[in-house]
């Protein structure tokens, strides 16, 4: 196969750089494609940047089927292509001093990519696909307050930046505080409704009320200390983020908020007790959930207390003992023991003084809640005469808050 190496082309552009650099210090050099070479596996692909060579080798049928050229462009998805695995390029070439590359296909298309996409697709996605492109801040109650972000509730209706900081800051840490939301009814889903359509389950359509009440099915409804928990992990398609707005709160001491970083909990688990971590992240267990406060419902679900995706990190925590089944993968069924020890050191990590953090929500404050991530609960509080505490709680998905987020970034560009 042609190796293609244009030393013209090379030699242009070295004098380019120069010429550029003469212009000033602040000159950044933008790479350049400085060699390509065809085989018969696909295509490999050397670029220069910062005066470091690497090699990438892709296949045809990736870059026929990623071609940016607007008759076979692709992200409108309205008509994508299907392209044979065995499609092989007919010639290959760079263009504006390796700026460009361009292929000549069998059926005489030609495709163009810029360097700014080669770089940007060439060895792939290091961040999970989906989360909003922010670096992810583990917390402990050392830091938590200094990371606890607080909003005020009318600018979060009235200000898209702000909102935006918001949602970034939510992906970020996992938990933010809105100020000033007042103490009608439904304002926590007035503020769900800014970024998009709230999630029903079967515990409410869209508002949940948590007050203490007769024959309760669930300790949401009663005095008694709730321990750290994520919300319905009993399902599938588990609530993303979570809404709490205090209306009423109790006095004294009782009726406070718990929460710990899941995310981090597992991550010092996975150094104390690298066996612990993986047989959480490897065997689902069963959790189910069965009664009819709103509508009567029997939910059950095999998911795993430490999910992990395909490159290792974390991507959710399931975890509530309350409704955790019976059932277990058969291949567990003899190393229960394993399983017990493992589950009993990550329950107990997450209430090391180093992480558990107490706080006691005000009248008026709305706690939103990565749902995939932070253990919450709440301590237990007595019951008398005209003790009241009263919130409303409301869902949402992560598809539909990091979708507000990218289309409040797309208008700000
Ligand atoms: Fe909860």
């Known amino acids: 196969m042609a190796l293609l190496r244009s030393t013209i082309l090379q030699r242009g552009r070295t004098m380019l750089t120069a010429f550029y650099r003469r ?26 940047v910062n005066g470091s060579e690497k090699t990438h080798k892709l296949p045809y049928v990736y870059l026929r089927d990623n071609s940016q050229n607007p008759d076979l462009l692709t992200h409108s998805r309205q008509d994508r292509h299907l392209f044979d695995a065995n499609i092989q390029a007919t010639n290959v070439q760079t ?51 200094s990371t606890l972000m607080k909003y005020d509730f009318d600018d979060l209706m009235s200000s898209d930046s702000r909102l935006l900081d918001c949602l970034i800051k939510l992906e970020s840490c996992g938990i933010i505080l809105v100020e000033n939301a007042g ?103 069963q959790f189910g959930d069965a009664a009819d406060d709103y509508v009567g419902h029997n939910i059950d679900a095999m998911q795993k207390p430490i999910r992990l995706d ?43 003084p180093k992480y558990l953090v107490e706080f006691k929500l005000q009248p008026g404050q709305i706690a939103m809640f990565d749902n995939t991530r932070i253990l919450h609960g709440r301590s237990r509080f007595d019951l008398g005469e005209g003790v009241y505490r009263y919130l409303e709680e409301v869902y949402l998905d992560w598809d539909e808050a990091r979708s507000k987020a990218r289309v409040i970034m797309g208008k700000n560009n």
């Open 183 to 285: 103490l009608e009814p439904r304002r926590a889903l007035s503020l769900s409704d800014r970024i998009a359509y709230p999630k029903p389950v079967v515990y409410g359509y869209d508002v949940m009320k948590l007050e203490v009440k007769p024959n309760a099915s669930s300790l949401a409804y009663t005095n008694v200390q709730i321990p750290l928990h994520t919300d319905m992990p009993y399902c599938e398609y588990v609530p993303g983020i979570l809404f709490l707005h205090c209306i009423h709160q109790v006095k004294g001491d009782g009726g406070r908020t718990m929460c710990s970083d899941g995310f981090h909990v597992a991550e010092e688990l996975r150094i104390r007790s690298p066996s612990a971590f993986e047989m959480l992240s490897r065997y689902p267990i």
């Open 310 to 352: 395909c490159m290792g990190d974390i991507v959710a925590i399931r975890h509530n003992n309350g409704v955790r089944g019976s059932r277990f993968p058969s291949e567990l069924m003899d190393r229960l023991y394993d399983w017990y020890d493992a589950y009993y050191k990550f329950s107990h990590l997450m209430y090391d």
């Open 23 to 48: 212009l000033g210090s602040n000159y950044k050099d933008p790479g350049r494609i400085s060699c390509v070479d065809m085989t018969d596996s696909g295509l490999l692909i050397q670029l220069n």
């Open 95 to 145: 263009s504006d001093h390796g700026q460009q590359l361009i292929i000549t296909w069998p059926d005489e298309r030609v495709s163009y990519y810029p360097l700014s996409w080669l770089l940007q697709h060439l060895s792939g996605s290091s961040t999970i696909s989906g989360r909003l492109p922010v670096e992810r801040e583990l917390w402990t109650n050392n830091s938590f307050e």
